[in-house]
């Protein structure tokens, strides 16, 4: 992973461990502190340059997943630790709210403590879902900010939280601060790997998530996998029976808490932003409606086309009941899987079950 170019610090939290770890560990990049009332968005800085923003975050740490009434939630809870990724994709959402390669990092972490304490404190016997790969990727910057050891380490006083790593590189120092294995699940987004060699740059193969994903297991993980986005583009049959070959070729049906599934789907004033920035991305022009949520979508022919290939390809290896939707209907649930969340006491409870073995 490239290291930045230079390194900016609210004034606030100069002295926090985390930026006085990183200082420590890029001695050689320059740093300059921003006063109380600077704006990073001021400073004139090359499009292409990686910078690193340590910053004193003042919103909220622990948000509910940006889901829609319109489709089936998990009620997944995002510990927000950051914004922006150092990857590449053609198809990210980010790029529709960040346009600069700056970095944010929140380095204030005993807030974040104080607020996930109040949180998960509240009522012992609730089962939290939660984790860092929303608006970045859970360990793209681990190197720097060994930010997932720190939060596995204040988790092992909540037995009631289960933390996701989601991430598309290989980071796996956080697994000697784990404790308790069953507390953490590691998470990998899988793709066809045609379309990870040419929309995902700068992220690992699929071999090497594959492969990091049994060196989990081997370790008594179990792991998550994400088809997210699945993109429809000429001969994604042959692209996706590869890639789930090799899930099957790497992991035991045992070794998964769970799979999901996620067609493409985008904002639409995205389809320029990829357009300028992706010249070389076709997937844009497929057929596509808006969506409930008023986002743009695949027509849902070619979206049950491919659910139906991926999951029954899955199913034939033994993974079936870790299976469930990213953001689709009930009418795709019950076309593809044979039932609805609600058969399963919601996708939330459902999901819950398979995280943490229980019926609660």
């Known amino acids: 992973m490239a290291s930045p170019e230079k390194i900016y610090i609210d004034q606030e939290v100069k002295s926090s461990p985390l930026a006085l770890k990183i200082i420590e560990k890029l001695p050689a990049i320059p740093v300059e502190i921003l006063l109380p009332g600077e704006d990073i968005s001021q400073i004139s800085a090359p499009s292409d340059s990686l910078t690193l923003y ?9 948000r509910p997943c940006p889901g829609t009434s319109k489709y089936r939630c998990c009620s997944y809870r995002i510990i927000h630790i950051g914004e922006n990724c150092p990857l590449n994709c053609s198809y ?15 380095a204030n972490q005993d807030d974040l403590w104080t607020e996930l304490d109040q949180a998960f404190s509240r009522d012992k016997e609730k089962l939290f879902r939660v984790g860092t790969g929303e608006f970045t990727d ?4 681990d190197h720097l900010t060994q930010y997932s050891s720190s939060l596995i380490n204040f988790l092992k006083s909540y037995p009631n939280v289960c933390l996701e790593l989601k991430s598309k590189v290989i980071n796996l120092s956080w697994m000697q601060s784990v404790s308790c294995p069953s507390q953490v699940l590691p998470a990998w987004s899988v793709n066809s790997p045609d ?11 699929l071999e090497e998530r594959l492969t990091a994903a049994r060196a989990c297991a081997r370790n008594g993980f179990r792991v998550c996998l994400h088809f997210d986005p699945i993109i429809h583009y000429p001969n994604w049959e042959s ?12 992991l035991k049906p045992e070794n998964i808490a ?24 076709t997937y844009i022009y497929n057929e596509f409606i808006t969506g409930l949520d008023g986002k743009t979508r695949l027509l849902m022919p070619l979206r049950l086309k491919q659910f139906k290939f991926i999951a029954n390809s899955l199913k034939h290896g033994g993974i079936f009941r870790q299976l ?23 996708l939330g409870n459902h999901l819950k079950r398979l995280t943490f073995n229980s019926d609660q």
């Open 54 to 62: 340590l910053k004193h975050y003042r919103g909220k740490f622990l």
């Open 92 to 106: 990210c959402i980010l790029q529709a709210y960040f346009q600069d390669r700056v970095l944010k990092v929140w």
């Open 138 to 141: 859970s360990l793209a910057l």
């Open 195 to 205: 379309i990870i060699a040419l929309e995902e740059k700068g992220a690992s193969s």
């Open 239 to 250: 692209g996706y029976k590869k890639c789930v070959e090799m899930i099957l070729d790497y």
């Open 258 to 281: 769970y799979v999901s599934l996620g067609s493409f789907r985008f904002m639409p004033w995205l389809k320029k932003i990829i357009m300028n920035n992706h010249p070389q991305s």
């Open 324 to 346: 469930y939707f990213c953001m689709e209907s009930d009418l795709v649930w019950k076309e593809v899987l044979g039932y609805t969340p609600k058969d399963l006491g919601g």
